[in-house]
């Protein structure tokens, strides 16, 4: 079939060469001008199509003749990038086999050619600090700089996060020239500014983020976290800070980890009210063991209205210890240390562990009563190492009865909680 398509393509031309001879050859092609070209005492007369022609010959054989000088020059050529191919394929493999030596040289050598020297030299860069030539892939990474500067921002930016200096890593992917910051340029930067301090800008880049899929869903979920608590703890003042939790999403503004870190950076600010009052909400609301912990800690004053809160949750919470444990440093705080010493107990039988023995040896420290105050400390020092504490001989069997002794747990339907 091919053949004969071949065939018909010649006859093809053959016919209208035939026929444009037999044209041009007539007196009225005459009418369509002439050219006329004068070489010396000599000229040269030509209808209009057989200038046309002639020039189009000219110009073909002057087509074959250049293809024919240039056929030895693009040959070796395409000679020369098969073998920077080849020697780029081999050291890519002797990069993932781990023959880092053998895989620079390689990719040395695949960086001449042009298409590929800015893969080759990023690659040879890696087997550089794979064998810990950090020379070697300074050089490397000094010449991808006149070849590909958005490359050589990008690894100059994860060579200076390495180095621990974000603000170096932030010049380098802020070059007007490499504008707009691909992917992993965008989550570089992110980090440059978190590691910086500057976390409510590293924040305003999430978005984008998640535009370009920079990260995994979960792995920006997980940073959207770490950056909302770092920009609380970076406020300055309680406008900043109440400005920078209204952004927050709703689902972050109501877990106890960033409420935690509101309300301590609140307080930092002697803005007290607030931190007590996202705390109690929070609880009211979702019950969290280390949230009660840091309420009963925060050194703020109102000692009476935070222990009525705290007996308040005693009665749907009997068994927490950490609220035990609260209970009895608000009671301690205002004085009344035998209350205190009753919800220490509790909170030990409960399993607060080493705070509360710290606690209650602090407490009989106090008090004067120092072989007490030694054993309570001895014990948070066993429970710490994993050993099983000491009784106090103060308390008698009805007593540790009494401690480990709470009121049944109900939920909203009058049913007894399951434990956990």
């Not at 000599?42 to 057989?50: E, F, G, N």
């Not at 409420?259 to 979702?286: G, P």
């Not at 009997?318 to 009753?342: H, I, K, M, Y």
């Amino acid at each position: 079939m091919k053949a004969f398509r071949s065939l018909l393509i010649v006859l093809l031309v053959a016919a209208l060469g035939i026929f444009g001879a037999q044209w041009m050859g007539q007196a009225s092609v005459r009418a369509l001008g002439e050219v006329i070209v004068r070489a010396g005492n000599h000229d040269y007369i030509a209808t209009l199509p057989q200038a046309v022609l002639a020039l189009l010959i000219v110009l073909l054989l002057l087509w074959l003749l250049w293809t024919l000088v240039s056929t030895p020059f693009r040959v070796w050529a395409r000679h020369r990038r098969g073998k920077g191919r080849a020697r780029l394929i081999d050291g890519l493999q002797a990069l993932d086999g781990g023959q880092w030596q053998r895989a620079e040289k390689l990719l040395q050598s695949a960086a001449t050619e042009k298409e590929v020297r800015p893969i080759a030299l990023v690659a040879a860069m890696r087997a550089a600090e794979a064998r810990d030539d950090a020379a070697s892939a300074g050089q490397h990474l000094q010449q991808l700089g006149a070849v590909d500067p958005t490359l050589h921002a990008l690894h100059s930016a994860e060579r200076w996060l390495e180095l621990d200096k974000p603000l170096e890593a932030i010049t380098a992917l802020d070059l007007p020239g490499i504008q707009p910051l691909p992917p992993r340029g965008l989550s570089l930067r992110t980090e440059a500014l978190a590691r910086a301090g500057r976390a409510e800008e590293a924040y305003g880049q999430l978005g984008a983020l998640r535009q370009q899929q920079a990260l995994p869903p979960p792995a920006v979920a997980a940073l959207e976290t770490r950056l909302a608590l770092q920009m609380l703890d970076e406020a300055v003042d309680v406008s900043a800070l109440a400005a920078r939790w209204e952004v927050l999403p709703k689902t972050l503004r109501v877990s106890p980890q960033a409420v935690a870190r509101y309300a301590s950076r609140a307080v930092a600010l002697n803005w007290n009210d607030v931190a007590l009052r996202v705390i109690e909400q929070t609880l009211d609301s979702s019950w969290d063991e280390a949230l009660v912990t840091l309420y009963g800690t925060l050194p703020v004053d109102k000692l009476d209205s935070r222990r009525a809160s705290a007996q308040r949750w005693l009665q749907s919470h009997p068994s927490s210890p950490a609220l035990l444990l609260t209970l009895a440093r608000l009671a301690r705080g205002q004085g009344q240390w035998t209350q205190a010493e009753e919800f220490l107990h509790r909170a030990i039988a409960q399993g607060a562990g080493p705070d509360a023995w710290e606690a209650l040896g602090e407490g009989f420290a106090a008090q004067g009563e120092d072989a007490l105050a030694r054993q309570c400390l001895l014990n948070a020092l066993h429970q710490r190492r994993g050993d099983t504490p000491l009784p106090l001989e103060r308390r008698d069997l009805r007593q540790q009865i009494q401690d480990q002794a709470v009121a049944e747990e109900r939920d909203e339907h009058g049913f007894p909680r399951l434990p956990g």
